[in-house]
């Protein structure tokens, strides 16, 4: 610290406060060298120049006998300053009996007059800055600078003091977390996202009312709660998640929280908020759940995440990731013909066995991972159909899976096309997929991308329809190829009158817009059947086949080829 000060090379200000001018002389002779001196010759001048803003004063040398204004009355004057009494005040005394006096106003030391050696007066005031510097710097970490809650450090310290106190009281840790706030970072700049930050502290802070509760920002768009126990947390967290979407600037951030109840059976604070983060991290990339509450299962989900986490690298590289390909057929003519095929990826793993993209996917779309896996995907799937085209003769176009987070690589499209390079395709033989929920989450950006791959003759089709929020409406703004239908919709169709109606509904309406729709999940012939006669022009589901590893995959092509010929 002090050899920091002192290498700052900063020449700090202090203020004489004297009305004889020998004095005033004297004093700044022995100090002018290390600072900048500024002279006063009554309280009354002095407090003038404290209050004028000009400068940061680091120091007040003091007489007491003045006119105009002395020095008790200064004291009592800074002393109700917020600004002015942080600055430390030194007097210069001849007489012992108002030392008690000027310390209980305020005074930090005393220099006695007459003056002693320049050396001591100067030493005195060095250490009286340093020391009034290390409280501010230990006072400035006990707040987060953009948020003004409790810094993390000085936050557990709290809860263990308030524990030593009384450790009877059952209590909670909550952990907070935004979803995907890298990417709002990203999208909408830092500035903003500050601000949303700086709300959502607000919001924390106000719903604790203090007292009931102690708030902290851990890191970025992460903070804590220490509370007394409450048995769910469904309605806090549904009134910060309201007050966050009434904001104008936030466009659907939304919030996630862990929530680790009851003290007794873990003693250290830390362990209690990582057990809360461990339960936040389980809901990652939910879009159903919003609170998760530490339990043992949740405990050992998040082992076997890290694990896969861990894995990931050196999978890809093992190729211990397999892209199976399940046939989309044509069905408007009288036999169904084979359109195209879906990549789908199968992990499997050495000593894990086979594990579905499903407990995966999620995981890696939460930390960025799945860029690397869906890089791996489309590299297999654009060989397997140059490899295809050469066995056959016939090109059967790929779709791929682009995951909401491939959407903000600014390479995505440049990686693309040279893999279509590499593999001498057409655009059209590699059409992209991309899950409804991204339309939502950001729009601008992604009609943007769109825009760009459909000018170079990509497809691109709205993968999961009907699964997330988007509204029929966000067809008529968003241009795509092909409207993949959730597997949800053909499942529930003939469970009742209304689920059929509103698939006739989607498909009147794509047809209106011309935009073919593939019905995902079909499984047997009568769901076939009520998707033709409605006009549903593509189907993907295990009526046809499972996803096939390619091998199996060729006897589509060869009995297509058959057909053909
Ligand atoms: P998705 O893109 O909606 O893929 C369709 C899923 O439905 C596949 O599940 C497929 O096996 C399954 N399916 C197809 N027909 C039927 C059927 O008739 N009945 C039933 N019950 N299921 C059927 P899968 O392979 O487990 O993949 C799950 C999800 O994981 C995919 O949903 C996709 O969102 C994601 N995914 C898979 N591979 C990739 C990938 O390479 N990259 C990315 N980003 N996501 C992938
Ligand atoms: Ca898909
Ligand atoms: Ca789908």
């Keep these: 610290m002090e050899n920091f000060r002192r290498k700052s090379g900063i020449k700090r200000s202090i203020i004489i406060v004297e009305d004889?001018?020998?004095?005033?002389?004297?004093?700044?002779?022995?100090?002018?060298?290390?600072?900048?001196?500024?002279?006063?010759?009554?309280?009354?001048?002095?407090?003038?120049?404290?209050?004028?803003?000009?400068?940061?004063?680091?120091?007040?040398?003091?007489?007491?006998?003045?006119?105009?204004?002395?020095?008790?009355?200064?004291?009592?004057?800074?002393?109700?300053?917020?600004?002015?009494?942080?600055?430390?005040v030194i007097v210069m005394t001849a007489e012992k009996q108002a030392e008690v006096k000027c310390i209980k106003l305020g005074a930090v030391d005393f220099i006695t007059k007459p003056y002693d050696m320049p050396e001591v007066i100067l030493a005195r005031c060095e250490r009286i800055i340093e020391l009034s510097e290390d409280k501010s710097f230990i006072q400035s970490a006990e707040r987060d600078a953009l948020t003004g809650l409790y810094a993390k450090d000085f936050f557990m310290e709290y809860i263990r003091q308030i524990e030593n106190f009384d450790n009877s009281r059952k209590t909670d840790a909550v952990v907070i977390n935004i979803d995907h706030f890298h990417l709002f970072n990203e999208l909408y700049g830092r500035k903003q996202g500050d601000r949303v930050l700086k709300k959502l502290a607000e919001f924390?802070?106000?719903?604790?009312?203090?007292?009931?509760?102690?708030?902290?920002?851990?890191?970025?768009?992460?903070?804590?709660?220490?509370?007394?126990?409450?048995?769910?947390?469904?309605?806090?967290?549904?009134?910060?998640?309201t007050q966050l979407d009434s904001l104008e600037f936030t466009n659907h951030i939304r919030i996630r929280a862990g929530v680790y109840q009851g003290v007794d059976n873990e003693a250290i604070v830390e362990n209690r908020f990582d057990k809360a983060t461990t339960a936040a991290n389980n809901i990652r990339g939910d879009y159903i759940r919003n609170i998760a509450y530490y339990s043992k299962e949740v405990y050992e989900r998040a082992l076997y995440q890290e694990r896969l986490i861990k894995d990931i690298d050196g999978a890809i590289a093992n190729k211990d990731f397999m892209v199976y390909y399940q046939p989309k057929y044509g069905i408007q003519g009288d036999e169904p013909k084979l359109r195209s095929a879906e990549a789908l990826v199968r992990w499997k793993h050495p000593e894990l066995g086979m594990i579905s993209p499903g407990d995966f996917i999620p995981l890696f779309e939460s930390n960025g991972l799945v860029q690397r896996l869906d890089y791996f995907v489309w590299k297999e799937a654009a060989s397997q159909i140059k490899k295809w085209k050469d066995e056959f003769g016939i090109s059967v176009p790929v779709s791929v899976n682009v995951s909401r987070i491939d959407i903000f690589d600014p390479e995505l499209e440049n990686k693309i096309l040279n893999l279509l390079e590499e593999n001498d395709l057409e655009p059209g033989e590699l059409m992209l997929e991309i899950t409804e929920s991204a339309y939502s989450e950001n729009a601008d950006r992604l009609i943007e991308v769109i825009g760009d791959f459909r000018a170079k003759g990509f497809k691109i089709e709205m993968d999961d329809f009907g699964s997330?929020?988007?509204?029929?409406?966000?067809?008529?703004?968003?241009?795509?190829?092909?409207?993949?239908?959730?597997?949800?919709?053909?499942?529930?169709?003939?469970?009742?009158?209304?689920?059929?109606?509103?698939?006739?509904?989607?498909?009147?309406?794509?047809?209106?817009?011309?935009?073919?729709?593939?019905?995902?999940?079909?499984?047997?012939?009568?769901?076939?059947?009520?998707?033709?006669?409605?006009?549903c022009e593509v189907i993907q589901g295990y009526y046809f086949s499972k996803p096939v590893p390619p091998e199996e995959f060729t006897q589509f092509i060869i009995k297509e080829k058959g057909r053909i010929s």
């Design 20 to 88: 004889e001018m020998v004095n005033r002389e004297i004093l700044s002779n022995i100090l002018q060298e290390t600072y900048d001196v500024v002279k006063a010759e009554n309280g009354k001048e002095a407090l003038e120049k404290l209050g004028s803003g000009e400068r940061k004063y680091s120091l007040v040398l003091l007489d007491l006998l003045m006119p105009v204004m002395d020095g008790f009355e200064f004291l009592e004057n800074i002393k109700n300053d917020e600004m002015l009494k942080k600055i430390p």
């Design 204 to 241: 924390i802070h106000e719903a604790l009312d203090e007292g009931k509760g102690l708030s902290c920002r851990s890191e970025a768009d992460t903070f804590y709660i220490y509370c007394d126990h409450r048995d769910d947390y469904e309605g806090f967290i549904g009134m910060l998640q």
């Design 468 to 535: 997330g929020y988007s509204s029929l409406n966000t067809l008529t703004t968003i241009p795509i190829d092909v409207l993949k239908l959730d597997m949800q919709f053909v499942r529930n169709m003939l469970k009742n009158e209304k689920n059929l109606k509103l698939v006739e509904i989607i498909l009147d309406i794509a047809k209106f817009l011309e935009v073919p729709v593939v019905a995902e999940g079909v499984e047997d012939e009568e769901q076939l059947r009520i998707l033709k006669e409605r006009g």
